[in-house]
């Protein structure tokens, strides 16, 4: 049996995750490893056998149309047969040693490994404000040891732990943070691992990055009222409170900015990354008062084919 199965999603065929998988094919522990394809059907995969063969084993878990980022990579949770599981992205390349580190820290205790995100298109400032945003928390170097919450959708987890969440697992994964702090909350301890890279492709279009900082913050905060079943008056406190969620925001990546090597523009980045800081927040009110809405449909949406929104000067 496979030590590792590695979980990735695509809306269409096989080409849309070719980069992805020919990157894990390189990785030290590809013989260890199991790679788990969520698509429609496979038909329409037409996948590229040669390169699914180097791995110890490969399937295909068949949705129909992806509705819904959280439950897709839960049918393929449940169809994992490794006892730790990577989430991948196909517009997010593992670097060499990635999948080593993670079946390394899961020698221990962690419940769930994460790891460090680099810039994959760092030529213009909306691309690194929407980084800054998404995953301030894990730029490079990174510090290993116990964290609070990893970044999503390129994380690792121990099968066992959620399974555990049931039919409950496809609301938790919708928003990967909120189910974190839960797993904190329950006892369990989650590490970042520096040895593990990966680099992410982030919007570069204007227009791109802040629609989807209006629909991840509604989801965001719809995810935490309807998990942690959020009573009438904390719903309007944090409703009213949503104005000083930029200020919070800024502060924390400035702080991990502060952590970082130094090589990571800031003069430059500042007006998207406040005007992405105020749409996300206008994106959280109306999560909290009124749930989320399309958020779900219009995130699919935007999740795949981020080479079509990197701007020209990324592209």
Known sequence: MPDLSVIILTPDSYKT???TIHLLSLQS??????????????????????????FEQYRVVQV???????????????EASAPVVALAEEHSFP?????????????????AVGPVVLNANPYNSISWADLYI??????EPGEKGSIDHLPGHNSSYKRDILLQYGSALEVMMEAESVMHWDLRSKGYQLCLEPAAQTLHTN???????LLAQFYSGRQFAASRVENESWPLMRKLFYSSASPLIPAVRLYRILK??????????LTTVLPALLLGLLVDAAGQLVGFTFGAGDA????????????????????
């Open 17 to 19: 995750i070719h980069k």
């Open 29 to 54: 522990v590809k013989s260890r490893m199991e790679i788990v394809i969520v698509a429609p059907s496979l038909e329409a995969l037409s996948p590229d056998l040669s390169l699914l063969n180097q």
């Open 64 to 78: 129909g149309k992806i509705k819904s980022i959280g439950s897709a990579y839960a049918a393929g949770v449940r």
């Open 95 to 111: 670097k060499a040693g990635w999948a080593e580190a993670f079946l390394e820290a899961h020698h221990q205790a962690w419940a």
């Open 134 to 139: 998404a995953y301030g928390r894990w730029l």
């Open 203 to 209: 919007f570069g279009e204007l227009s791109t990055f």
């Open 256 to 265: 991990n900015l502060r952590r970082g090597d130094g090589s990571n523009p």
């Open 296 to 315: 779900t449909r219009i995130l699919v949406d935007l999740e795949f084919h981020r080479d079509q929104h990197m701007g020209k000067s990324s592209r």
